[in-house]
């Protein structure tokens, strides 16, 4: 069921009908038609950061990237470009967003399919895997005149006719397109534009050719040209040059004596300061401890801790799992901070700028909150920076100081953490695995089979190789696909969580190298009326 905004207003030529968040297709069809107005356009922007996947869940690296002036887009059963597919491809569009006036301004996703938007750290809008908007959703945000926020927009598009455009809503406006001069890209300044209109880039003026201009170049042609042996000419006897005037003797007047000055002394030369040592890298598994407190860094509530995790704690003689941390490099100096068995990374809620942002997990997409630098702060304690704030870092508060979340760095011990190296341990497979089928040269298995949707996937790899999955549904649509990196050889099992999944039969396919192997899995919710779950059965193909 998707929720209808009225087409012939917003002026789009999708047949499935608009979406917009927290608005039924009956009370806007109820509502009266305002005429549109126009906003004053008073910023310099020029477009938002857009990144293109050719899947339907942003993950991996985008196949195209580019700078698109508004999110206004009517594909239709069309692909959005060359590299990318028509159906199951993903958008990310991301930067800042400058408000003309002040006030609350409510936002509207124009489209069919599947959108989440943050504007300055909050979610205001979450149609995302099939989520209806509810009573409680709130997809409005006040902004101050000028004062730009961080925005990020992410769509996905399944099947079918794709577009979308974004709109806002200022004080007694009715929505409409959000222009180019208020959204800019990614690494824009922060600072507010300067007064008045922006700059206007002005063509080169050609000059017109006159006919001076056009005599000169003839003579310039002629000159070039090789001269013609002409007959020789007499010449007329020459003229007797008349004697020069007799110069009249003056006197010189006498040089100035030059004041000799006594010389400046040297200045001191400074000793040229050493260039800063590069940090060692850091790679590796690691537990997180706020200098403060001694608490772990702990953002994923819930989790169950893995089987390493789980050891870690058993030789230590603690009965508290610490969560523990893979920082793994993501290129010019930065890091991303992985939980193990996943392909989730620690990162700013949002793309907030704001101090209090808080903290959370997400798949990893190579954005600017997700990657951060790692320095040394005091005494083998480090600061954590987010790359897209640079002057805020990770710091630890309890639920009454809201958690963990960014704030600008002072030097407080709540700000620093040290980093506690976890000695890799081989983990042996449960002894659930032993009984669960495989299948592949990989020995792939899946068990529970079928689960509430928590299971293990195990599987062997003889030698170092690149691994990844992707989660399909009947239909072949991928719901879930983690990023594919390089594993080292020996036994592996990950913990998949896709309880937020509807129950029913889906395919696992688990590539190594270029090889998949899928296997069938199944979701049963718990209840006196659950059917019985259908065998497992798998099948190993080389990599399309």
Request: glycine share 8%; proline share 11%.
């Amino acid at each position: 069921m998707r929720y209808l905004l009225l087409c012939s207003a917003l002026g789009l030529s999708l047949t499935s009908g608009l979406q917009a968040a927290g608005v039924s297709a009956a009370a806007t069809l109820l509502l009266p038609v305002r005429p549109v107005t126009t906003l004053p356009v008073q910023g310099w922007g020029t477009g938002l950061t857009a990144s293109y996947f050719n899947n339907g869940s942003l993950a991996g690296s985008p196949v195209l990237k580019r700078q698109d002036a508004v999110v206004d887009f009517r594909w239709g059963t069309a692909a959005p470009a060359p590299e990318l597919p028509a159906d199951n491809f993903s958008v990310r569009w991301e930067g800042l967003l400058a408000a003309p006036g002040t006030g609350r301004y409510r936002f509207v996703a124009a489209t069919t399919d599947e959108v989440r938007l943050w504007v300055n750290g909050k979610k205001v809008l979450d149609t995302w895997d099939g989520r209806k908007p509810t009573n409680v959703d709130d997809p409005t945000v006040t902004l101050a005149a000028g004062e730009k926020v961080t925005i990020k927009l992410e769509y996905n598009d399944a099947e079918g006719n794709a577009g979308i455009q974004l709109q806002w809503a200022g004080p007694g406006q009715s929505p409409q397109l959000i222009p180019t001069g208020n959204l800019y890209p990614v690494g824009s300044p922060l600072t507010r534009d300067p007064a008045g209109p922006p700059p206007v880039t002005k063509a080169k003026a050609v000059p017109t050719p006159t006919a001076a201009g056009m005599a000169a170049k003839s003579a310039t042609t002629t000159a070039a040209k090789p001269a013609v042996a002409a007959k020789p000419v007499a010449k007329p006897a020459a003229t007797p040059a008349k004697p020069a005037p007799k110069a009249v003797a003056q006197a010189a007047p006498k040089p100035a004596e030059k004041v000799v000055k006594a010389p400046k002394p040297p200045k001191p030369v400074k000793a040229a300061e050493p260039e800063p040592t590069p940090p060692a890298d850091l790679s590796g598994l690691y537990t997180l401890s706020v200098r403060s407190t001694g608490q772990p860094l702990k953002v994923e509530q819930g989790r169950p801790a893995t089987r390493a995790e789980q050891l870690a704690a058993e030789a230590a003689g603690q009965k508290d799992v610490a969560p523990q941390w893979r920082i793994e490099p993501a290129g010019e100096g930065l890091y991303r901070l992985v939980l193990p068995g996943s392909n989730k990374v620690l990162e700013v809620l949002g793309s907030s700028t704001s101090n209090g942002a808080p903290l959370s997990v997400w798949t990893y997409y190579s954005g600017y909150n997700q990657r951060w630098k790692i320095e040394e702060a005091d005494k083998g304690y480090y600061k954590l920076t987010p790359h897209h704030v640079r002057k805020k870092v990770l710091t630890y508060g309890d639920t009454l100081d809201g958690g963990l979340q960014q704030q600008r760095y002072t030097g407080e011990p709540n700000q620093q953490w040290k980093l506690t190296a976890v000695k890799e341990v081989e983990e042996k497979l449960p002894a659930a695995a032993a009984n669960a089928p495989s299948v592949g040269d990989n020995k792939m298995s899946v068990y529970p089979n079928p689960s509430n949707g928590v299971l293990q996937m195990a599987y062997t790899l003889p030698e170092a190789k690149p691994l990844g999955w992707v989660l399909y549904n009947q239909n072949g649509v991928a719901v879930r696909v983690s990023d594919y990196r390089k594993q080292p050889a020996g036994a592996h099992h990950q913990t998949l969580d896709f309880t937020a999944l509807p129950a029913g039969d889906y395919y696992l396919s688990l590539t190594v190298g270029i090889t998949n192997t899928r296997q069938l899995i199944s979701i049963r919710r718990p209840g006196p009326d659950t059917p019985a779950a259908s065998p497992s059965v798998g099948s190993t193909t080389p990599g399309k």
